[in-house]
């Protein structure tokens, strides 16, 4: 069996009194494509920023690579490859395609930085061609592509990608999932929140479902992509 990369085991996360995430466990292990779905509200984004260090812990624990990560700030955990795209995409805008995708391997001293450059480029032609435009003039659906990139010039053991296809257009989401599949072909291990329940599970070793805060369902992702229950709440039949 694989290397387990990312182990999360009991996560609770509270907003004042209200507890956004119940005791939520599941794991990412190396090569693997792992989505996680549900609803608006049901906890998805919160579990990503909590693993990520973007969010206080109530209870529980986050292993990555066999060791402890809680209390660890996002910036330290970017560093150990341990790097999400956030909702929303979080470009800097003021900035052009270049020097965003350079603030990607901000934490990096190595000669093959160009290099990673040009493969970022080889995935998405449309910044390649669009290189000196500042990040903020460029459509939701190319500031997407941008936010992928720029994390994955940051040569991540695990990428997170915290709901990539919000408020794209439909050819744009295809093209997103065309990347996202692509990038775990190449062997990124890649973990993927995802209210797109039927595309995400296409794409996924494992799934997992979450409901009000709590994993209800887990399993390989075409099972859960058949199961009558999680047709019935999420692909509309």
């Known amino acids: 069996m694989a290397q387990t990369l990312l182990k999360v085991s009991g996560l609770k996360v509270a907003y004042g009194g209200i507890q956004a995430v119940k005791g939520v466990n599941f794991e990412v292990r190396e090569g693997e494509l792992v989505s996680l779905i549900g609803a608006n509200g049901a906890g998805k984004t919160t579990t990503m920023k909590a693993v990520t260090g973007l969010q206080p812990i109530a209870a529980g624990s986050v292993e990555y690579l066999g060791k402890a990560i809680k209390g660890q700030g996002a910036w330290d955990l970017a560093k ?10 979080g470009t800097f805008t003021r900035m052009t395609i270049i020097e965003n995708l350079q603030m990607g391997a901000y934490n990096r001293n190595d000669g093959e930085i160009q290099s990673d450059m040009d493969k970022v480029f080889g995935l998405f032609p449309r910044l390649k061609e669009r290189a000196k435009q500042l990040a903020g003039t460029m459509s939701g659906g190319e500031q997407q592509m941008l936010a992928m990139g720029r994390a994955l010039m940051a040569r991540p053991k695990v ?44 794409l996924a070793n494992r799934g997992y479902v979450m409901e009000s805060g709590e994993v209800t369902m887990t399993g390989e992702g075409q099972a859960l992509l058949n199961d009558p229950k999680v047709r019935a709440a999420y692909l509309g039949e």
């Open 80 to 89: 150990q490859g341990l790097v999400m795209v956030p909702e929303g995409r």
């Open 159 to 202: 990428l997170l990608l915290d709901e990539p296809s919000m408020g794209l257009s439909p050819i744009m989401v295809d093209k997103i999932f065309e990347v996202v599949n692509d990038i775990h072909q190449q062997g990124v291990t890649i973990l993927l929140v995802e209210q797109n329940a039927s595309r995400a599970l296409e």
